[in-house]
């Protein structure tokens, strides 16, 4: 008879801890990842701004003034990553969206960003190449053209 009070004694015990784990679990809110908050910021701050898919660490976003823009998170190398395409000799307008959006990832000063993305898209031409890489406020600016199109990607490393 004891022994059978102590089997579900040890069974009660078990059930209350078991309920109190899932209360907690249930209380707790759902929480979106810090990439998926830095693209609703990008989308709430920016007009135009369009968030698209999520897949590997890449959330595909879309704007009038860009042919391709995607927010790159933590990887190996990078803790964020912003990629932009446009057009050949880019407008004023893709470099202002580069520039706000650099802002909002990496939170530094708009004109710091709008600074550092027109020097590096300028830089590329005649002599320096189609291939400019560039260091500014401990970012780092790779900018590359083609015949039809530009492209920059800025990124902060791991170890900043």
Known sequence: MTRKLLIQGTSIVRS????????????SPARADRCDDLANQLKNQIDGMRVGQT???LIYLAHPNAHELTLGCSGRNFSN???????????????????????????????????????????MGLFRGDDVS???????????????????????????
């Open 81 to 123: 990553q912003l990629y932009a395409r446009g057009d050949r000799k880019p407008s004023a307008a893709f470099i202002n969206l580069i520039g706000s959006a650099a802002a909002i990832i990496f939170t530094l000063p708009k004109d710091d960003m709008l600074t550092g993305a027109s020097r590096c898209l300028k830089r």
């Open 55 to 57: 897949a590997a660490n």
């Open 134 to 160: 560039i260091r500014y406020r401990r970012l780092d600016m790779r900018c590359t053209r083609t015949k039809t199109e530009s492209s920059i990607t800025i990124s902060r490393s791991k170890d900043q």
């Open 16 to 27: 209350y801890a078991l309920a109190a784990a899932l209360c907690a679990l249930a209380a």
